[in-house]
């Protein structure tokens, strides 16, 4: 087992990692003050090909292996300058790597040569819906064959990007299994609510979307006759959100270390507290947990292997954690904490959407 990161990883990381301070970390307060991600960022980031690498040449990709692995480390990298930019910057993946890896020939053709190109366009994936106790492998949103098509009937909240998106992925239950349907922003079943005003993530878009007998042609069900293998899926985006959740925390932690350092009561610096210096420890340790359960997941689902329970304890640790980590870093900083002039609030938001949120990103 070796937990060092090949020349291809180191590259590809610090890669993101210069992006992140040249671009993202600057602006992210700006960002989160006015609710929205300037277009040229997310060019940047997709001139990087983040989304579409992975892609075969003949569709306009770049042809790359897929990695698991390699996503979470670009996923952390991203989100340690800020949580939202990252989901958005990486929303077109909800969309084409689906189609990439589990499509018919006909919609790989189709749909990924409307996207691999040079400026970054919207797509995305719907999945969460806005109920209590709602539960990615129950859906509510449901699907029925009619007239050799599908109609589709049900609620999604929190869909990134969607009122920019031509496309995007929704996921429905059909015949007692889930599956995902491609829709088009103009479908007339398809309404799109106004963006959502949520906790966290202010700079992010999302929205509400609304499927009244919204009917789909048949061959716009992802995959074959069988359908998408929609449990892999999830899986990806479980692993992607723990590494966003990873980011995360190490920013709150590199920024709660620092100020303890430099921040000074009676004649000492507060790191010097015991109190403070177990905290810092506590969150130092936590971020490495939560890496490492992240890249065990992302190492299985490399390897072909069934992730499930590998991805969903990474998940569920890194919805803990990220909470303990940031909301440590929040009694580090005091009163300085709870002022948005600092970016340990907007962390502690953050954090709190990790455990709640599902198909916000994929690996």
Same mark, same amino acid.
């Given at each position: 087992?070796?937990?060092s990161?090949?020349r291809?990883?180191k ?7 210069r ?6 970390i600057p ?9 929205c ?9 997709w ?12 569709f ?5 292996p897929?990695?698991?692995v390699?996503?979470?480390i670009?996923?952390e990298?991203?989100?340690y ?10 929303a077109?993946?909800l969309?084409l790597?689906p189609i990439?890896?589990?499509g018919?020939?006909?919609?790989k053709k189709k749909y990924?040569?409307l ?5 970054f366009?919207?797509?995305?994936m719907?999945?969460?819906e ?9 859906l509510?949103?449901?699907? +029925?064959?009619?007239?050799? $098509?599908?109609v589709l009937?049900g609620? =999604?909240?929190?869909v990134? *990007?969607a &009122?920019?998106? #031509? ?7 059909l015949d ?21 005003t949520?906790?966290?993530y202010y700079s992010?878009?999302?929205h ?11 061959e716009d069900r992802?995959?074959?006759a ?8 999830l899986?990806q985006c479980?692993?992607?959100m723990?590494?966003?959740a990873t980011?995360?925390a ?18 000492e610096?507060?790191?010097?507290r ?8 506590e969150? +130092?340790?936590?971020?490495? $947990?939560?890496?490492?359960?992240t890249? =065990?997941?992302?190492?299985? *689902?490399d &390897?072909?292997r #069934?992730a ?7 998940r569920l640790?890194?919805?803990?954690k ?7 870093g929040?009694?580090?900083y005091g009163?300085h ?12 938001r ?10 916000m990103?994929?690996v």
């Open positions: 087992m070796d937990f990161l090949s291809q990883q590259m590809v990381k610090d890669e993101f990692a992006l992140v301070k040249e671009v993202v602006r992210a307060q700006e960002n989160d003050r006015n609710g991600i300037p277009d040229d960022a997310l060019q940047k980031v001139e990087l090909g983040v989304s579409v690498s992975m892609i075969p040449e003949e306009g990709g770049y042809g790359s897929a990695s698991a390699e996503s979470a670009i996923l990298e991203l989100a300058g800020e949580m939202a930019f990252a989901m958005a910057a990486t077109p993946s969309f790597h990439a890896e589990m018919t020939e006909k919609q990924l040569p996207y691999c190109r040079d400026t366009k919207s797509c995305t719907a999945v969460n806005p109920h209590y106790g709602f539960d990615a492998v129950a509510k949103t449901a699907a +029925a064959k009619k007239n050799g $098509a599908f009937n609620d =999604k909240c929190f990134p *990007l &009122a920019k998106s #031509d496309h995007m992925l929704v996921a429905a239950e007692g299994k889930n599956a995902l349907f491609i829709i088009s922003n103009d479908n007339p079943g398809l309404v799109i609510d106004e963006k959502e949520n906790l966290g992010l878009e999302t509400e979307l609304k499927l009244n007998n919204c009917e789909i042609p048949a992802l995959g074959e069988g359908g998408c293998n929609f449990d892999r899926i899986q479980r692993v992607a723990s590494a966003m980011g995360l190490r920013a709150a932690f590199d920024h709660a270390r620092d100020y303890a350092k430099n921040r000074h009561q009676f004649g610096p507060i790191a010097c015991q109190s403070i210096a177990f905290m810092i420890a969150m +130092a340790y936590e971020v490495e $947990a939560m890496r490492h359960l890249w =065990k997941a992302a190492s299985r *689902l &390897a072909g #069934d499930r329970r590998e991805a969903y304890l990474a640790y890194a919805g803990e990220a909470m303990r980590i940031t909301d440590f929040l009694q580090i009163g904490g709870y002022i948005r002039e600092y970016p340990m609030e907007r962390f502690y953050d954090a709190r959407g990790v455990a709640i949120l599902e198909g990103a994929t």
